[in-house]
Structures are given as C-alpha cells and as structure tokens.
C-alpha cells in the first residue's frame, strides 16, 4: 500500500512539471524556400525525462512545390499552414506513423524567410532578407529610398528615419499591449483591456496582430495554471481519501489489538494454572506482535500521506506566487522598455521634421505595388507605405512622373516582375 502510494504521488507531480505546451511559430504561411528547424521532444514518464527524436531534428527547407520531406513522416505539404498548423500536423502525424500513445511535442523554428524583392524608383533594387512587420514604407528603406536626382540627395536619409521612425511606433504599440496583458495577469482579470491607440482595424493589419498575439499569450499562460492547480487539487483530494481509509484500517486494528490482548491475559492466566499450555500462549504473543507492527506501518503510511497533503497544498500556493513575481518583474521591465522607446521616438521626430517640412514641397508622390503569388498565380495589389509585406513579395516603387523633379531613375529599365 504504501509503494503504491508513493508511486502515484510521483506520477501525479510528473504531470505538474511535464505539462509545458510547445513553443509557437510565425503566423505567416510557410512559403517555398522557408527553412525550418524542427524539434521532436516525447515524455517518458517511466524514467520522468524527455526524449529527443533525433531522426526528425533538423534543419528543413520548403520545396518550390512547397513541401517538406521529414524522416518517419514523409512529404508534408505546406501549403495554407503556418508554423503552429505545421506543429500540429507533424505532432499527429508522428503519432499516427509510430504507434505512440500521445503526441510528441513538436517545435517548428523559422530560421530563414524567403526573400522579399524591391524594384522600380529605388536607389538600390534587388534581394533583401526578410522581417516579420515589414511594411512597404520599411522594404523601400531597405532599398536605400527611392530615387532621387542629384541636387536631392542631401536628404537621403529622411526615408531612412522614417523607416526607423515607423519601426519604433510598431515597437511601441507592442510594448503597450504587453503592458496590458500583464496587468491583466497581475490584478486576475478575466480578459485583457487594451488601450484604445489598440483597437484592431482592418487598415492596420499589425495591431490587429500584436492584440491577438497578446490575447494568446494571455490565454495560454492562464490555462497553464488553471491546470496545474486542478492537478494539485487533485492529489489533495486523492491524499485525503487515501488517509480516511488509513485512519479507519488503523481503527480496526485497534480493536484486533485489543482482543488478541485480553485473549492473551486469560491465556496467561490458565497457563499459571496449569488449565493450558504455553504454546498456546506464545502463539497469541506472535499473533500480536505481527499486528502491533501492522498499526506501525499503517501510522507510518498515514503520515507519509499528510506529508504529502501538506506539500501539495504548500505547491499550490507556490503555483500562484511564482507566477505573481514573475509577472511583476516582467512588468517593470516592459515599462522601462516602453520609456526608452518613446524617448527614442522624441529624437527621431525633433530630427527628421524640420527637414520634412522644407522639402516637403520638392517630394514627387510615389506609388506602391506588391506582387504576390498564390496558388500558382500571380497578384498586383495596389498598397500604401504602411502595408505588411509577406515573404516571396515583389515591391514596386514608382514616382509620378508629373511631380517629379530632375533626370530619368536609372532603374526604370529593370523588370518590375
């Protein structure tokens, strides 16, 4: 009783330490030439370890067809799948394949993105390596700004500050709603109140983003802890029956203990008279040793579990304090990230809005283009500079030729597809 007992505590606390989730991937589609690393971890509770599947670790990169070969799984096509889709598929399909029992935990890493081309009035078109957030207005910095004729080229690096600038605000709409988020965790909401600079848009595909990604982050994080205390809750529950059943067995053999002692008694007393004989003695004397020694292991056992009641109530608590100083650590962090990004927005707008302004005039209007393949075809899209651009994109950058000042772009001979 007490190995079995003391087997399922393990197993149980192997179950609180072991439930950590997979790490989640890029939301973005799993494009050709996407390299991927995989990892494939699967709980022994035997030995209370994980393992790796080092026949399907790797590196992998998606095929022009756009798929993926993987040892003990085969061709995996990734079309429409993001990394968390691709997590899920090779998790069911390992299992499926090998006959486990439960699903492996797979992570899908995005090593590389493909890359995103820029062409047409820039002053450097060509291959640049892509971003999760790159917008068009970002791709053009990349591109070295658009073109610009000679007497133009003292302001060259507006476009950059800008970019910059752009990528700052990005950064600080996640700040804020990281913020949020853990504010959220800190009080015990429910939900998450973001401010209202955060209310999704369909113009603004990247808020949109930030505030799922967070209200994920949020959720996950919340079950997590909503299971590990329903597991300690549990064992608690599992403890306190097992010592009612230990205390009501001791009872019962307090009242064995307590015949067999006066059998003995009247026992002892015939034998000093000669009515019996000592043998008959000795064998209620074995009788009640074995049982005295019963009740010790059964007291023994009965201890052991309220030692373990107090340890799972004494984990529970620890659950929820851990989680409370980790997030308040993090929210210190997130705010002091937040300052310094603000006051690296200041500098850049007392920089670059002065000379914005006076050449404000002189700037000819440029237009966007992004051509897009899907499903074997492909897409003109007409954007605008705070448009998110997918790997594999082309981008074309175009001025006005009615407002623009100066020579001819010295790459308007380059194919734009």
């Known amino acids: 009783m007490v190995a079995t007992l003391y087997l399922k ?6 179950l609180v330490c072991g439930s950590s989730a997979s790490a989640s991937a890029d939301s973005y589609q799993l494009a050709p030439y996407t390299k991927l690393r995989l990892t494939v971890l699967q709980w022994n509770p035997i030995k209370g370890e994980y393992f ?6 790797g590196e992998y990169t998606v095929s022009q067809d756009g798929a993926i070969s993987v040892p003990l799984v085969g061709s995996v096509h990734t079309a429409n799948l993001d990394g968390e889709k ?6 069911t399909r390992v299992r ?12 899908v890493e995005i090593v590389e993105y493909p890359p995103v081309y820029i062409v047409g009035s820039v002053a450097a078109p060509g291959e640049y390596r892509f971003r999760p957030g790159l917008t068009v207005l970002q791709a053009l910095a990349l591109a070295g700004g658009k073109f610009r004729p000679r007497q133009l080229e003292v302001n060259d690096g507006n476009v950059t500050l800008l ?4 990528g ?7 700040a804020k709603a990281r913020i949020a988020r853990l504010q959220a965790e800190l009080s015990g909401a429910k939900d998450i109140v973001f401010p209202d600079e955060l209310t999704p848009s369909e113009e603004d595909r990247r808020i949109t983003e930030i505030v799922a990604t967070e209200r994920a982050i949020f959720s996950a994080r919340e079950n997590a802890k909503r299971r590990q205390l329903a597991t300690l809750t549990e064992l608690k529950e599992f403890l306190s029956a097992e010592i009612e059943m230990l205390e009501e067995r001791a009872k019962g053999e307090d009242r064995g203990i307590k015949l067999v002692e006066e059998q003995l008694d009247r026992v002892s007393g015939l034998v000093e008279k000669g ?11 074995l009788i009640l040793t074995s049982m005295r020694s019963s009740r010790l292991d059964r007291q023994t056992a009965i201890l052991r579990a309220r030692q373990g009641l ?8 620890g659950v929820r304090d851990e989680r409370l100083t980790a997030v308040a650590t993090e929210l210190q962090e997130a705010k002091a990230n937040l300052e310094h990004l603000k006051s690296r927005e200041l500098v850049l707008r007392s920089t670059f809005g002065g000379d914005r302004e006076a050449n404000s005039a002189d700037e000819p209007r440029m237009t966007y283009t992004i051509v897009r393949k899907s499903g074997g075809h492909s897409t003109e899209l007409d954007v605008s500079e705070s448009t998110q651009v997918d790997p594999n994109d082309v981008v074309k950058v175009e001025q006005d030729v009615g407002t623009r000042e100066g020579g001819k772009s010295p790459n308007q001979q380059i194919p734009s597809d």
């Open 96 to 107: 499926t394949n090998l006959a486990l029992l439960t699903p492996p935990n797979v992570t």
């Open 52 to 57: 790796r599947w080092d026949a399907i670790d």
């Open 163 to 166: 970019g910059e600038m752009q």
């Open 9 to 14: 505590c393990l197993l149980v606390l192997a």
């Open 275 to 285: 009515f019996s004989t000592t043998a008959r003695e000795s064998d209620l004397e």
């Open 310 to 317: 107090s340890e799972a109530a004494r984990s529970a608590d």
């Open 86 to 91: 691709l997590q899920r598929e090779l998790a």
């Open 168 to 174: 700052i605000q990005f950064d600080v709409a996640r």
